[in-house]
């Protein structure tokens, strides 16, 4: 795989493993907002400048601004949509297949737009980086991108144990 491709997968994985446990935050509290320690844990790590932290803090408030505030109870609506969907996807008579795409598509570009914008927080955060740091960065998110699969692989056997049950 070439170096562009390791670069660009890292980042997008380690997009989605720090904003994805922030979505995971509840009672109206944002992104980031309570991973203050993950931030002090990076600049000590990468060896980052007051000027480099202040400016990756910056960063991270300025797309922290840019999300919608979570709202459970939309989330709870939104989950009992999707079931609903299914249900009358199933209960007709004759496969729709054109609606069926119709909601995937609309999941997928959602999905694809959240992705997006966690990446452009990464790569903005990356060019505040010097080529050191680069390098350990991408050792962490590689080091971290192993620990997540582990864990899926773990989550996944155990799914699977409990099948038969």
Partial sequence: M????????????SSSLVIGGAMAMGSGERHFAGHGFKMERMAKKLELTEAQTTKIQALVDAHKEQRPEFDKDAMKAKRKQMKADYVAFMNAPEF???????????RAEKSADRKISKMK??????QVLNVEQREQY?????KKKHKMKKRMKKRMKHRHDHDGE
């Avoid at 927080?121 to 990356?126: E, P, R, V």
């Fill in 2 to 13: 070439k170096t562009a491709t390791k670069i660009l997968a890292t980042l997008a994985l």
């Fill in 121 to 126: 927080l990464k790569h903005s955060i990356y």
């Fill in 138 to 142: 991408l050792a962490m998110m590689d």
């Fill in 96 to 106: 729709d297949e054109a609606a069926v795409r119709a909601k995937m598509a609309e």
